[in-house]
Nanobody, 118 residues
Framework: QVQLVESGGGLVQPGGSLRLSCAASGSIPSIYLMGWYRQAPGKQRELVATITRSGSTNYADSVKGRFTISGDNAKNTMYLQMNSLKPEDTAVYYC????????????WGQGTQVTVSS
């Protein structure tokens, strides 16, 4: 079993910054992807960014140039640095770990609220 715990959410003004963290523990597999998703009220959960253990990343078009995903394998921790925040970034942000297989299997954190407002 893998446990994921997010932290770092909060209330910020437009143009501000936050850094989210996701700490993983338990029986972490050797082959997996990790990423951040977000979900606003009344909307579907959407992919924000992903990262492999080797450091390859990809981003949703809506956050490119503003958000940076990173990871520390030694600490089993993933981060999301969010800059130039906009009100439309307001959502609950979820940490995800996908075990690569046939089929794949997903672990999720409880989520952390990010609110961007004046």
């Amino acid at each position: 079993q893998v446990q994921l715990v997010e932290s770092g959410g909060g209330l910020v003004q437009p143009g501000g910054s936050l850094r989210l963290s996701c700490a993983a523990s338990g029986s972490i597999p050797s082959i997996y992807l990790m990423g951040w998703y977000r979900q606003a009220p009344g909307k579907q959960r959407e992919l924000v960014a992903t990262i492999t253990r080797s450091g390859s990343t990809n981003y949703a078009d809506s956050v490119k140039g503003r958000f940076t995903i990173s990871g520390d394998n030694a600490k089993n921790t993933m981060y999301l640095q969010m800059n130039s925040l906009k009100p439309e970034d307001t959502a609950v942000y979820y940490c995800n770990l996908k075990v690569i297989g046939w089929p794949s299997y997903d672990y999720w954190g409880q989520g952390t609220q990010v609110t961007v407002s004046s």
